[in-house]
């Protein structure tokens, strides 16, 4: 059995899980979230627990799916009742973001602006000019929406000039020396 699978989710106040042919449906504060689970993972609410046992030992790779499945409601149920945010730090001369509406305006060193839409269930913030915040209640969309903006302007190694998440360390290369 799996070591994370193993571990009940526990259900904060307000959140509700219904489980039925194989959906796993989950209500939280924040909004709605559904997943559809394999037959060969078992999911069960007691109490206030939320419970991902095998159902079929025999089925290929069901030890890492008990994990992968234990892990993503778990994901599910803490983004229904707090959100998920990544935030992105924007740098280089005369690079800033705002938002207008649903969209993301990027100013970063193109000859035009570059616009990123929103999708649905997930919202745009900016602090400031050079950071934007991307939060939702679904971790894979916040994720992969941070990532797609981060793909616009990659960072370069030689001044850093470009965007780049809060907790990411750019390592910098050295430039040209000049001759003797």
Do not use: W
């Not at 042919?21 to 069960?44: F, P, Q, Y």
């Not at 924007?90 to 705002?98: E, F, Q, S």
């Not at 509406?101 to 060193?109: H, Q, R």
């Not at 649905?120 to 900016?126: N, V, W």
Request: one cysteine or more; hydrophobic letters at 40%.
């Amino acid at each position: 059995m799996s070591r994370i699978g193993k571990k009940p989710i526990v259900l904060p106040v307000g959140v509700t899980v219904d489980c039925s042919d194989g959906n796993v449906t989950v209500k939280g504060a924040k909004g709605t979230l559904s997943r559809h689970v394999e037959k060969c993972i078992d999911v069960k609410v007691e109490g206030n627990e939320l419970l991902v046992s095998i159902a079929d030992e025999k089925a290929n790779d069901v030890q890492a799916k008990h994990g992968l499945y234990r892990a993503l409601l778990a994901n599910m149920v803490k983004g229904v009742s707090e959100g998920f945010s990544r935030n992105l730090i924007i740098n280089g001369v005369g690079y800033k973001a705002t938002v207008s509406g649903d969209k993301l305006v990027l100013n970063i060193g193109y000859s035009h602006p570059v616009e990123v839409v929103a999708p649905k269930g997930i919202s745009f913030a900016c602090p400031s000019q050079t950071e934007v915040v991307v939060s939702g209640i679904d971790k894979e969309l916040v994720g992969q929406t941070a990532a797609n903006i981060k793909a616009k302007r990659p960072v370069e190694p030689y001044h850093a000039y470009g965007v780049r998440f809060k907790e990411e360390t750019v390592i910098m290369k050295e430039g040209k020396k000049a001759g003797k």
